[in-house]
């Protein structure tokens, strides 16, 4: 993130701010503000559109719970299998930091 400039700055430069934030797709400049605990952010309204509509599409991407179908079927509870699956992944980093000495031989 670019230094923010001060309001003040940001008054007088508004008509260049303005035009440089709509020359460039996704363009920001930001302003501070000492009387408020946040930065401001200058871009165009279209931009702004664009996040918003990109939020909304991976919002309701994280809505959609994964179970796993299929053909795999185990006893092993949540908590067990979760415990297997740890171990496995432990068992493979170290069989590849193994495999990373051989080859450093």
């Known amino acids: 993130m670019p230094k923010p400039m001060n309001i003040s700055e940001a ?6 701010l ?6 460039r797709v996704g363009a920001v400049e930001y302003i501070e503000h000492r009387d408020l605990p946040d930065d401001l ?9 664009f996040l918003e509509t990109t939020v909304a ?23 067990h299998l979760a415990a297997e699956l740890a171990q496995m992944k ?15 031989k």
């Open 90 to 104: 432990s068992n493979a980093g170290i069989q590849a930091d193994s495999k990373m000495r051989e080859f450093a």
């Open 57 to 79: 599409e991976l919002r309701k991407l994280k809505t959609t719970k994964f179970v796993v179908e299929g053909t795999i079927h185990s006893d092993l509870s949540d908590e």
């Open 18 to 23: 303005a035009r440089r934030v709509s020359a």
């Open 41 to 49: 952010a200058l871009t165009s309204a279209s931009y702004i559109a």
């Open 11 to 16: 008054r007088t430069r508004l008509p260049e």
